[in-house]
Protein backbone atom coordinates (compact mmCIF):
# COMPACT_ATOMS: atom_id res chain seq x y z
CA UNK A 1 0.00 0.00 0.00
CA UNK A 2 1.23 3.83 -0.95
CA UNK A 3 2.06 5.53 1.90
CA UNK A 4 -0.61 8.93 2.13
CA UNK A 5 1.58 10.97 4.50
CA UNK A 6 4.84 12.31 5.18
CA UNK A 7 6.96 11.78 8.36
CA UNK A 8 7.22 14.93 10.20
CA UNK A 9 9.45 15.18 12.98
CA UNK A 10 9.70 17.94 15.76
CA UNK A 11 11.27 18.68 19.21
CA UNK A 12 9.94 19.14 22.48
CA UNK A 13 10.67 21.45 24.75
CA UNK A 14 12.68 19.37 26.77
CA UNK A 15 14.64 17.67 23.85
CA UNK A 16 12.53 14.99 22.60
CA UNK A 17 12.68 13.97 18.98
CA UNK A 18 8.61 13.60 18.41
CA UNK A 19 7.20 12.05 15.19
CA UNK A 20 3.72 12.96 13.65
CA UNK A 21 2.31 11.63 10.22
CA UNK A 22 1.92 14.96 7.66
CA UNK A 23 -1.43 14.33 5.55
CA UNK A 24 -0.94 16.78 2.94
CA UNK A 25 -4.45 18.53 1.32
CA UNK A 26 -6.00 16.90 -1.57
CA UNK A 27 -4.27 18.07 -4.81
CA UNK A 28 -6.70 21.13 -6.40
CA UNK A 29 -8.53 21.55 -3.51
CA UNK A 30 -7.90 25.77 -1.09
CA UNK A 31 -6.02 24.85 1.82
CA UNK A 32 -8.64 25.21 4.74
CA UNK A 33 -6.53 25.00 7.83
CA UNK A 34 -4.86 22.34 9.96
CA UNK A 35 -6.17 19.30 11.88
CA UNK A 36 -3.98 18.33 14.63
CA UNK A 37 -5.19 14.61 15.71
CA UNK A 38 -3.98 13.05 19.28
CA UNK A 39 -4.41 9.43 20.22
CA UNK A 40 -5.08 7.18 23.19
CA UNK A 41 -3.53 6.49 25.83
CA UNK A 42 -1.51 3.29 24.34
CA UNK A 43 -2.74 4.19 20.58
CA UNK A 44 -0.34 6.21 17.88
CA UNK A 45 -0.93 8.13 15.18
CA UNK A 46 -2.02 5.46 12.59
CA UNK A 47 -5.30 5.25 14.41
CA UNK A 48 -6.19 8.62 12.14
CA UNK A 49 -5.30 6.69 8.52
CA UNK A 50 -8.71 5.96 7.61
CA UNK A 51 -10.20 9.21 9.05
CA UNK A 52 -7.23 11.17 7.13
CA UNK A 53 -8.20 11.15 3.65
CA UNK A 54 -11.83 12.29 3.99
CA UNK A 55 -10.10 15.53 5.67
CA UNK A 56 -7.87 15.93 2.84
CA UNK A 57 -10.30 15.23 0.37
CA UNK A 58 -11.94 18.90 1.79
CA UNK A 59 -8.46 20.51 1.91
CA UNK A 60 -7.14 20.31 5.57
CA UNK A 61 -3.74 19.35 6.53
CA UNK A 62 -4.25 16.51 8.66
CA UNK A 63 -1.11 15.87 11.26
CA UNK A 64 -1.83 13.11 13.38
CA UNK A 65 0.81 12.75 16.27
CA UNK A 66 2.59 9.73 17.87
CA UNK A 67 2.61 10.94 21.76
CA UNK A 68 5.89 11.09 23.38
CA UNK A 69 6.88 7.31 24.53
CA UNK A 70 5.00 5.70 21.24
CA UNK A 71 5.38 4.87 18.07
CA UNK A 72 7.76 6.89 16.22
CA UNK A 73 8.14 9.52 19.07
CA UNK A 74 11.20 8.98 21.30
CA UNK A 75 10.81 7.54 24.83
CA UNK A 76 11.12 9.88 28.14
CA UNK A 77 13.98 8.86 30.09
CA UNK A 78 11.99 10.17 33.36
CA UNK A 79 8.24 8.73 33.50
CA UNK A 80 7.24 11.75 34.64
CA UNK A 81 7.19 13.20 31.28
CA UNK A 82 4.34 11.38 30.61
CA UNK A 83 1.45 13.94 31.51
CA UNK A 84 -0.89 15.57 30.37
CA UNK A 85 0.95 19.27 30.64
CA UNK A 86 4.11 17.74 29.05
CA UNK A 87 1.54 16.19 25.98
CA UNK A 88 0.12 19.51 25.52
CA UNK A 89 2.96 21.47 25.64
CA UNK A 90 4.47 19.43 23.20
CA UNK A 91 1.42 20.31 20.44
CA UNK A 92 2.62 23.76 21.00
CA UNK A 93 6.07 22.70 19.77
CA UNK A 94 4.61 20.68 16.93
CA UNK A 95 2.72 24.02 15.82
CA UNK A 96 5.47 26.27 16.55
CA UNK A 97 7.41 24.08 15.00
CA UNK A 98 4.95 24.41 11.07
CA UNK A 99 4.65 28.03 11.65
CA UNK A 100 0.53 27.52 12.43
CA UNK A 101 -0.95 29.77 14.41
CA UNK A 102 -3.72 27.88 15.02
CA UNK A 103 -5.45 24.72 14.45
CA UNK A 104 -8.49 22.16 15.00
CA UNK A 105 -7.55 19.52 17.26
CA UNK A 106 -9.29 15.90 17.49
CA UNK A 107 -8.93 14.06 20.48
CA UNK A 108 -9.18 10.48 21.36
CA UNK A 109 -9.76 9.38 24.75
CA UNK A 110 -6.47 10.62 26.49
CA UNK A 111 -6.04 13.60 23.36
CA UNK A 112 -9.40 14.41 24.77
CA UNK A 113 -7.47 15.41 28.20
CA UNK A 114 -4.41 16.61 26.30
CA UNK A 115 -7.06 18.77 24.30
CA UNK A 116 -8.24 20.59 27.17
CA UNK A 117 -5.50 20.64 29.24
CA UNK A 118 -3.53 22.60 25.94
CA UNK A 119 -6.99 24.75 26.04
CA UNK A 120 -5.81 25.39 29.18
CA UNK A 121 -2.42 26.54 28.47
CA UNK A 122 -2.69 27.94 25.16
CA UNK A 123 -6.07 28.67 24.33
CA UNK A 124 -5.22 31.30 21.36
CA UNK A 125 -4.01 27.50 19.36
CA UNK A 126 -7.28 26.21 19.22
CA UNK A 127 -9.50 26.68 16.33
CA UNK A 128 -12.39 24.13 17.35
CA UNK A 129 -12.07 20.78 19.10
CA UNK A 130 -13.71 17.20 18.69
CA UNK A 131 -13.58 15.40 22.41
CA UNK A 132 -13.58 11.77 21.44
CA UNK A 133 -14.91 9.02 23.75
CA UNK A 134 -14.00 11.00 26.99
CA UNK A 135 -14.81 13.54 29.28
CA UNK A 136 -14.26 15.36 32.96
CA UNK A 137 -15.29 12.48 34.30
CA UNK A 138 -14.54 8.65 34.38
CA UNK A 139 -15.83 6.23 35.86
CA UNK A 140 -13.93 4.06 38.06
CA UNK A 141 -14.29 0.91 36.69
CA UNK A 142 -13.87 1.82 33.14
CA UNK A 143 -10.37 2.83 34.41
CA UNK A 144 -10.22 -0.30 36.25
CA UNK A 145 -10.63 -2.19 33.10
CA UNK A 146 -8.18 -0.24 31.26
CA UNK A 147 -5.73 -0.99 33.75
CA UNK A 148 -6.14 -4.89 33.43
CA UNK A 149 -4.07 -4.93 30.34
CA UNK A 150 -2.48 -1.33 29.55
CA UNK A 151 0.99 -1.13 30.84
CA UNK A 152 0.90 -4.69 31.56
CA UNK A 153 3.79 -7.21 29.84
CA UNK A 154 3.09 -9.20 26.28
CA UNK A 155 5.28 -11.50 24.85
CA UNK A 156 6.62 -11.15 21.42
CA UNK A 157 4.01 -12.40 18.85
CA UNK A 158 3.10 -13.50 15.35
CA UNK A 159 0.22 -11.44 13.58
CA UNK A 160 -2.44 -14.00 13.98
CA UNK A 161 -1.53 -14.29 17.97
CA UNK A 162 -1.25 -9.95 17.84
CA UNK A 163 -4.90 -9.95 16.17
CA UNK A 164 -6.25 -12.46 18.58
CA UNK A 165 -4.86 -10.45 21.89
CA UNK A 166 -6.41 -7.06 20.50
CA UNK A 167 -9.60 -8.79 19.80
CA UNK A 168 -9.63 -9.77 23.46
CA UNK A 169 -9.55 -6.72 25.16
CA UNK A 170 -11.91 -4.84 22.78
CA UNK A 171 -14.27 -7.17 21.37
CA UNK A 172 -17.00 -5.70 23.62
CA UNK A 173 -16.05 -2.10 22.31
CA UNK A 174 -16.66 -3.48 18.82
CA UNK A 175 -19.27 -6.31 18.57
CA UNK A 176 -19.34 -5.49 15.00
CA UNK A 177 -15.28 -5.83 13.31
CA UNK A 178 -14.67 -8.69 11.72
CA UNK A 179 -11.29 -10.75 11.81
CA UNK A 180 -9.90 -8.33 8.90
CA UNK A 181 -10.76 -5.02 11.26
CA UNK A 182 -8.94 -6.83 13.99
CA UNK A 183 -6.12 -7.73 11.98
CA UNK A 184 -6.06 -3.84 10.96
CA UNK A 185 -6.00 -3.12 14.46
CA UNK A 186 -3.30 -5.26 15.83
CA UNK A 187 -0.93 -3.48 12.76
CA UNK A 188 -1.74 -0.41 14.53
CA UNK A 189 -0.75 -1.12 17.65
CA UNK A 190 1.95 -3.33 17.30
CA UNK A 191 5.62 -3.03 15.66
CA UNK A 192 8.21 -5.37 13.97
CA UNK A 193 11.31 -6.32 15.51
CA UNK A 194 14.51 -7.80 13.98
CA UNK A 195 13.47 -11.01 14.28
CA UNK A 196 9.98 -10.99 12.79
CA UNK A 197 7.82 -11.16 15.69
CA UNK A 198 5.49 -7.92 17.06
CA UNK A 199 5.87 -6.42 20.37
CA UNK A 200 3.35 -3.49 21.57
CA UNK A 201 4.51 0.14 20.17
CA UNK A 202 4.59 1.92 23.28
CA UNK A 203 6.97 2.36 26.20
CA UNK A 204 5.31 1.04 29.49
CA UNK A 205 6.31 3.34 31.44
CA UNK A 206 3.48 5.62 29.97
CA UNK A 207 1.08 4.10 32.46
CA UNK A 208 3.17 4.28 35.83
CA UNK A 209 1.59 8.00 35.61
CA UNK A 210 -1.82 7.33 34.82
CA UNK A 211 -3.23 7.58 38.28
CA UNK A 212 -7.37 7.15 39.00
CA UNK A 213 -7.34 9.00 41.97
CA UNK A 214 -5.73 11.95 40.59
CA UNK A 215 -8.36 12.37 37.61
CA UNK A 216 -11.34 12.26 40.52
CA UNK A 217 -9.52 14.85 42.22
CA UNK A 218 -9.25 16.76 38.64
CA UNK A 219 -12.94 16.82 38.26
CA UNK A 220 -13.38 19.95 39.04
CA UNK A 221 -11.04 21.55 37.19
CA UNK A 222 -11.34 19.28 33.90
CA UNK A 223 -15.24 20.72 33.92
CA UNK A 224 -13.52 24.75 34.37
CA UNK A 225 -11.67 23.22 30.92
CA UNK A 226 -14.50 22.36 29.11
CA UNK A 227 -16.45 25.04 30.05
CA UNK A 228 -14.24 28.00 28.89
CA UNK A 229 -13.09 25.88 25.81
CA UNK A 230 -17.05 25.45 24.63
CA UNK A 231 -17.43 29.37 25.33
CA UNK A 232 -14.72 29.94 23.22
CA UNK A 233 -15.08 27.70 19.84
CA UNK A 234 -17.32 25.06 18.46
CA UNK A 235 -16.83 21.46 19.99
CA UNK A 236 -17.97 18.32 18.69
CA UNK A 237 -18.24 15.76 21.58
CA UNK A 238 -18.07 11.79 19.93
CA UNK A 239 -19.32 9.20 22.45
CA UNK A 240 -19.69 5.57 21.55
CA UNK A 241 -22.81 4.42 22.37
CA UNK A 242 -21.73 1.39 24.42
CA UNK A 243 -18.99 3.88 25.70
CA UNK A 244 -17.95 2.70 29.49
CA UNK A 245 -15.22 5.94 29.84
CA UNK A 246 -17.85 8.99 28.54
CA UNK A 247 -21.13 7.81 30.47
CA UNK A 248 -24.22 9.20 28.32
CA UNK A 249 -25.05 11.94 31.04
CA UNK A 250 -21.36 13.42 30.90
CA UNK A 251 -21.61 13.85 27.06
CA UNK A 252 -24.75 15.69 27.73
CA UNK A 253 -23.48 17.89 30.38
CA UNK A 254 -20.65 18.45 27.89
CA UNK A 255 -23.14 19.55 25.25
CA UNK A 256 -24.82 21.58 27.28
CA UNK A 257 -22.03 23.66 28.57
CA UNK A 258 -22.40 25.75 25.80
CA UNK A 259 -24.65 27.02 22.85
CA UNK A 260 -21.57 26.02 20.68
CA UNK A 261 -20.92 22.67 21.47
CA UNK A 262 -22.70 19.10 19.95
CA UNK A 263 -22.96 15.52 20.72
CA UNK A 264 -23.03 12.95 18.01
CA UNK A 265 -23.79 9.28 19.30
CA UNK A 266 -21.98 6.29 17.45
CA UNK A 267 -24.06 3.40 17.56
CA UNK A 268 -22.44 -0.20 18.00
CA UNK A 269 -19.41 1.21 19.91
CA UNK A 270 -17.57 1.38 22.47
CA UNK A 271 -14.46 3.32 23.69
CA UNK A 272 -13.53 4.53 21.68
CA UNK A 273 -15.19 5.08 17.92
CA UNK A 274 -12.70 4.99 15.36
CA UNK A 275 -14.21 8.31 13.86
CA UNK A 276 -14.42 6.42 10.02
CA UNK A 277 -18.15 5.57 10.96
CA UNK A 278 -20.36 7.70 9.05
CA UNK A 279 -21.87 9.73 12.13
CA UNK A 280 -18.54 10.80 13.37
CA UNK A 281 -17.26 11.48 10.39
CA UNK A 282 -19.99 13.80 8.97
CA UNK A 283 -20.78 15.43 12.55
CA UNK A 284 -16.36 16.16 12.16
CA UNK A 285 -17.21 17.35 8.31
CA UNK A 286 -19.86 19.91 9.59
CA UNK A 287 -17.78 21.20 12.45
CA UNK A 288 -14.99 21.81 9.96
CA UNK A 289 -17.61 24.16 7.72
CA UNK A 290 -18.33 26.23 10.76
CA UNK A 291 -14.33 27.22 11.00
CA UNK A 292 -13.11 27.07 7.45
Not at 74 to 94: F, I, T
Not at 127 to 138: F, I, Q, S, T
Not at 226 to 239: D, Q, S
Request: charged share 20%; with cysteine; glycine share 6%.
Amino acid sequence: MTQSYEDLYWHSSDGLRLHARDHAPAPGHPHSGTVVCIPGLTRNAADFDDLAPTLTAAGWRVLAVDLRGRAGSARAPDPSGYNPRAYADDMVALLQSQNIDKAVFIGTSLGVLVTITLASRAPGLIAAAVLNDAGPKVPAEALARIGKYAGKPVPPMDLAQATAYVESIAKTSFPRFTTEDWRAMASRSFRQREDGLLELDYDPAIIRTTRPWVLWLLRPLLWRWVRGLTARVPVLVVRGALSDILPADVARQMEATSPSARLVEVPEVGHAPTLSEPEAREAILELLERVR
